[in-house]
């Protein structure tokens, strides 16, 4: 019932925003995909970053069309990480495109039909995603050949300028974006701009900084790390896949908050892989 309410939600409230002249982000409420790729360059090459949902599909195909032309395709798939709603359309849409799907090598087992994630824990907060979060898929998927390991040298493949950098916690080979050239940061789960783990805030949008998904993190020493290594990097703009992205003084100020008091704000006080740790 968890997940059917999720993508009850996604469907309802589907937007786009430009964020930068070459970022469009797709906000389907409890998640956000980008499209990346500068438009005026008239070649049209372009990735997409991260797939939403199951019921995403169509809105990102929309979405596509409008901006690069009718029948475009990217040069690939780049996946922060491989949980349900980052993943949701990425077997349909690799397999529609017919193009490779990019992944840290730890994720690989995740969509390779090899290894689960554990069930998230909905001990971590009072919240109703929180409580339902047990119901949300777990289970790993399977793109076969389309999985490829991102280059250890950090680069993107079909992403000029841009570095992935390992920000592990969340998940063992989560990845976030950087840009240097204009410090553009998609941070996919490394961090929030919401309480995801309250349905009014996310219904909502309520801008609050916050770590990454409580129910689903399994690593809490690493979250604290990576969103200490995010900071450093002093980024202008962040995108990040649950909230609204955050810009200048603002990202300085509440990222400088959130690594000062991380225990208080993002780790809960209690959980299954808290209480491991």
């Not at 309480?195 to 900084?209: C, G, N, Y």
Request: aromatic content about 8%; some cysteine.
């Amino acid at each position: 019932m968890g997940n059917k309410l999720v993508e009850a939600l996604s469907s309802m409230t589907t937007s786009s925003e430009e964020v930068t002249p070459d970022i469009l982000v797709m906000n389907f409420t409890v998640v956000t995909a980008c499209l990346v790729g500068d438009t005026n360059e008239g070649v049209g090459e372009w990735v997409l970053v991260d797939t939403g949902l199951e019921n995403s599909a169509d809105f990102i195909l929309k979405s596509v069309e409008k901006r690069f032309g009718k029948n475009s395709r990217p040069q690939a798939i780049i996946l922060t990480h491989g949980h349900f709603d980052h993943i949701g359309s990425v077997i349909k849409l690799s397999e529609l495109w017919d193009v490779p799907v990019y992944i840290h090598q730890l994720e690989i087992p995740y969509i390779t039909g090899k290894k689960d994630y554990p069930v998230a824990d909905p001990t971590v907060d009072e919240g109703m995603v929180a409580k339902m979060s047990p119901t949300f898929p777990h289970t790993s998927i399977d793109v076969g050949f389309r999985a490829v390991a991102l280059p250890n040298d950090g680069t993107v493949p079909y992403m000029p300028n841009w570095k992935w950098i390992h920000t592990p916690g969340h998940t063992e080979g989560h990845i976030s974006l950087f840009r240097e050239k204009d410090r553009v940061l998609i941070v996919g789960d490394a961090f929030s701009t919401t309480k995801q783990e309250s349905l009014s805030s996310v219904v909502l949008q309520r801008e609050q900084i916050s770590g990454p998904p409580k129910y689903l993190t399994t690593d809490w020493k690493g979250a604290e790390n990576s969103v200490r290594h995010l900071m450093d990097l002093k980024p202008s703009l962040v995108i990040p896949s649950h909230g609204k992205p955050m810009k200048g003084e603002e990202v300085t100020q509440h990222l400088e908050i959130l690594v000062n008091h991380f225990n208080e704000i993002a780790k809960p006080k209690q959980g299954l892989f808290v209480s491991k740790q």
